[in-house]
């Protein structure tokens, strides 16, 4: 697989990445300072090689350098934060 070239396309609330099978997405809509993430899918062509997590980190770095704090509505985005216990101060306080 190619190195994925991802877009932040702000018009549509998402970051994507051209890959075999169309277009992989992590899509979110901001709440004033919360980035609540929402879906992330990949084409079948292209799912199990990683894409969806280079996708969730160009996500959580978006927020992280904005100071955005994250809602994991996206069940990937959350399996995905538990298992990189690093990104956890990113999540929105209960």
Known sequence: MNPLRIQHNVATSRFEAPV???VA???YR???EVMNIVHTEVPPASEGHGVAAVLVQAALAYARARGHKVRPSCSYVRAYMRRHPDTLDLLESP
Do not use: V
């Open 30 to 32: 901001l709440q004033g």
């Open 25 to 27: 997405e992590c899509a």
């Open 20 to 22: 075999e099978g169309g």
